[in-house]
């Protein structure tokens, strides 16, 4: 059933937030080739969001991350792409647990490094599904959930 390869994923990623800025990384992935993006990846069976999120930025970045909560959801359908995409994005918001520690690039087939931003000047392109919160004047520092 080719339908399967087609299926929605759920990701989940991460607004790391340090002082006025977050944590971005330019992706050298196919899908958002070259965008900046934030950590995050795909949920594992079982995890929890939390979870998910400790994992993937600890994975990504080596980063370990405190006081991790749910922001909000995203539904992201990328059909430029030659096999279309379309993942359901989990929005967590973290800080360092240890404000020294300093990212590294974990993963360099699919990022080119990790580095802090601030939140009013934010490096472009940006990865779709981020631009668009952007352009709909989303904000980490400033958002509570429901
Ligand atoms: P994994 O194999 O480690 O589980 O996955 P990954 O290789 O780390 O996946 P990813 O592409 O980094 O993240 C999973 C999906 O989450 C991505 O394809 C689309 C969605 N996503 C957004 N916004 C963002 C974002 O800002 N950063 C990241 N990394 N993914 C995002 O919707
Ligand atoms: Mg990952
Ligand atoms: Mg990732």
Redesign the pocket.
């Known amino acids: 059933n080719g339908r399967v390869a087609f299926a929605p994923k759920v990701?989940v990623?991460v607004f790391l937030l340090k002082g006025d800025k977050v944590l971005l990384g330019r992706r050298r992935?196919h899908?958002g080739y070259n965008t900046f993006?934030?950590?995050?990846?795909?949920l594992e069976f079982g995890e929890s969001f939390e979870e998910c999120a400790a994992r993937?930025m600890k994975?990504?970045t080596g980063l370990d991350i405190d006081k991790i909560d749910y922001l909000t959801v995203?539904n992201?359908v990328i059909s430029r792409e030659a096999k279309p995409?379309h993942?359901v994005?989990i929005c967590m918001r973290a800080v360092l647990a240890d404000p020294n520690q300093m990212p590294q690039n974990l993963e360099p087939d699919?990022c080119d490094g990790w580095d802090w931003y601030d939140w009013n000047d934010l490096p472009k392109p940006l990865?779709g599904?981020?631009e668009t919160m952007v352009r709909r004047g989303f904000n980490p520092f400033s958002y509570q959930s429901k």
């Open positions: 990701g990623v992935s899908v993006a934030l950590p995050g990846g795909h993937e994975e990504e995203t992201n995409l993942v994005a699919k990865f599904p981020l």
